[in-house]
């Protein structure tokens, strides 16, 4: 956790000092933000950000057009963190290209836990090259490609398909998933791994149909 830099946005000063007081004492490097403008050009001055913690509802550049501005450019994992609960707000987090999205009032501890397991796999230097069915994972360069062609994912979409392939041929529930996908203390539910799987099967075009639904349980890679 050493040197680990986080950028913490969020308009109100209280949220951001709570956040920063749990992530310090875990030994992070925090660097705050008290608005969308402020935080992309904190991100763009600084090439060493790990993750981002990002509000949604702020001033002069909210966060949807934060996340949007920052994926133009980096795969960074980012948590958006806001007050709205809405199933809509949290789809749209994820096809914009959030890793996690958590609803305030929420607990410290937990939001240090979901931190901890997205940089643990993300600095995790495995370099096991997996290949199945036309997909190829490099987890080094954390790169994939999908009948030869180079593939661009998110984080969250990469960790997914890795796990998938991993376990190829072998029927996956969705609260398996969740476990492995996302961590054990994720309160997610089934819409979560649904949208992340639609996107990824429209990502790797044709190889996108050896991901299977397995209906009333989850989803199945196939190799064909």
């Not at 002069?60 to 809405?86: C, D, F, H, Q, Y």
């Not at 937990?110 to 495995?126: C, F, K, M, W």
């Not at 490099?138 to 979409?157: C, F, M, N, Q, W």
């Not at 998938?164 to 998933?177: G, P, V, Y």
Request: glycine fraction near 6%.
């Amino acid at each position: 956790m050493q040197n680990t830099k986080i950028l913490v946005v969020d308009d109100e000063d209280r949220m951001r000092k709570l956040i920063n007081d749990f992530l310090t004492i875990k030994g992070y490097e925090v660097i705050e933000a008290a608005n969308g403008e402020e935080a992309v050009d904190k991100f763009f001055a600084d090439k060493d950000i790990s993750l981002i913690i990002l509000d949604v509802m702020m001033t002069k550049m909210n966060g949807w057009e934060v996340l949007k501005t920052i994926r133009k450019v980096s795969k960074v994992p980012i948590i958006m963190l806001t007050a709205r609960g809405e199933e809509q707000d949290e789809l749209q987090g994820f096809k914009l290209g959030s890793d996690e999205y958590i609803t305030k009032p929420f607990s410290p501890k937990i939001l240090t836990a979901r931190v901890e397991a997205i940089l643990r796999r993300s600095n995790a230097q495995d370099g096991d090259i997996i290949s199945c069915g036309g997909v190829t994972i490099d987890r080094t360069s954390h790169t994939v490609t999908a009948a030869g062609k180079p593939i661009e994912l998110s984080y969250k979409e990469f960790e997914l398909l890795d796990y998938f392939m991993q376990n190829k041929n072998i029927a996956l529930s969705r609260e398996k998933i969740l476990n492995n996908v996302w961590d054990y203390d994720y309160f997610g539910d089934s819409r979560t791994i649904d949208t992340h799987v639609k996107k990824l099967r429209a990502k790797l075009g044709e190889c996108g149909d050896q991901i299977k639904t397995i209906w009333g349980m989850g989803y199945k890679f196939s190799e064909e």
